[in-house]
């Protein structure tokens, strides 16, 4: 039985529309307008255990709304949703013991005390008792690599070194679904990395299945093998991250340098010119034409060196999203 | 191992939680040893935390003399005779209701507006223990914080009015309120700060629909300052208006929350009846008021719309 279910998940917020300038709040004042903004439309997936997925989409596209309604925060308009057997919004203690969500910003460790002063409390809170909860933390703080931090209030912590700790608090009562909204938005190389490895080590250790949404794409290349893209509340694609690329990207990236400087060769002929720099040019070239162009090029110009490559995945997404735009 | 070896090292005794069984099975949330569990770590935890902020209750225990300085006016009012109460009696029941007043203070609305409008209380929804507990651990700590400032001040009050200790002319006589009604007044302190408790959690349920709810607080706010005892010794009411009125009060829940507590240790005015009358009243209160933050809270959640998060 899958993990996580949504189907035909739907949110409408009712929200004031106020127009600026002192008419515009007086008229708001007296004659108070709504519109209703459609934040998911008729979203279905589902996850299986184990599974990390990458939840992906821009800014506004409905992806914390769809992990607020999957973790029972907020009801649905339309539609149902399902993780572990249960529907999120009764919040049942059965469930709530085996799920977490972890929020980029949003801390759940009090601001003013250490780290371990939040635990006492967590442990407490799921019955876990004193020798587990003990070697948990250790466990955790292991593999993410923390000690003295743990020690001193939350509010001396780097940003990195509170969102490790927030994972510890996130993950002391082992949950079998992980939802992560932007867990590594804001860190440094090093701590985005040691987030990725911690995150991939959990999964393995434990099974659990992971939502995962990122801005960052080393997020989403490092950890999930299928992603979901979301945009404009609407599911646009559910499938192998690879074949993002080749649904989405049907051009494939040709580099190649040239022995002499190539001073007023027409590369056009050969495919969409993406950069020269110097004796090295960057074509795009259609998938179809791919051998054929290849061929002419090494027989056409004198070749020194030469790769395909899909082009990054950040690439296609970004397009995948300016074309929804469109 | 790097990391950590375990926190106990740190000389915090690291996740110091009193396991109530060795293995973790099935949940059992209200079982005794889960609840005192529990307990411990939310008041522990947030004792720490209120340890952490002193200055501020400090001067948050300073801000609550109203009792005393209302006591320096109808000081000069009991020693006149026009009331039913004399000067002693008076500063005797101001002290006492100083005393109430420091542990019954409640600031829930204005946390849970702050949870609420920064997203903070998302992490909280999901775990599988309800947020009110949180607060209500929270301003338990801040009550056992509170004790060094709130004994400085209640001392301090003595030296002000030693007659309080001994009486006068009018009232000779040591003020010895006796063990069992100290015992009574504590209970009926800590009955009276659930009562407000429970007040002012139903109000602050609000902010789920309104976001900014705290200013409602205002609305309890001016009948609890006014007919609680904490202006004016509620017995001189029917020196000063009809019957009726008086009797009208008592049938609210303020009396309870300050003048009931009170008058159990300074004026020991209240009959056997009365004093039963008074937990009845307490009683029920905080059941009603318990029920109706709960049933805000389930229609509440609805509209909760996880903002900031």
Known sequence: MPSVIADNLSKVFRVADKQPGLLGTLRHFSHRKYRDVEAVKGVSFSIEPGEIVGFLGPNGAGKTTTLKMLTGLIHPTAGAAQVLGFKPFDRKAELLRQITLVMGQKQQLIWDLPTLDSLRINAAVYDLPRTEADNRVAELADMLGLSDEMTRPVRKLSLGERMKCELVAALLHRPKVLFLDEPTLGLDVNAQNAVRQFLRQYNQQH??????????????????????????????????????????????????????????????????????????????????????????????????DLTVSDPPIEQVIGRLFEGAEE | MKGIKAPRHQGTKGLDIVAHNETLGPSVPWSLGAFLSKSRAFLVTYYAMMVEYRAEIVLWAIATCLPLIMMGVWAEAGASGHFSVNRVQVVRYFIAVFFVRQFTVVWVIHDFEWHVVSGRLSPFLLQPIDPAWRFYFAHLGEQLARIPAAAVLFVLCFFLYPEALWGDAQQSGWWKPGVVNVLLMLAALHLSFILRFWMDYAMSVGAFWFERISAAHGLIYLPYLFLSGMVFPLQVLPDVLPGWVYRLVMWTPFPYMMWFPAELVSGQSLSAGQIAWGFAMLGGWCVAMYGLSRWAWRVGLKHYSAMGA
């Not at chain 1, 559910?238 to 494939?252: N, T």
């Open chain 1, 207 to 304: 099974g659990a299945a992971i939502l995962l949404t990122s801005h960052y794409m080393a997020d989403i290349t490092a950890l999930c093998e299928r992603v979901i893209v979301i945009h404009h509340g609407s599911l646009k694609y559910d499938g192998e991250l690879r074949g993002i690329v080749e649904r989405f990207a049907p051009l494939r990236e040709v580099t190649f340098e040239l022995k002499q400087d190539p001073a007023g060769q027409d590369f056009q002929r050969f495919g969409q010119i993406e950069s020269t720099d110097g004796r090295i040019v960057k074509l795009l070239v259609e998938r179809s034409r791919l051998t054929g162009t290849v061929n002419r090029l090494l027989h056409e110009l004198d070749v020194l």
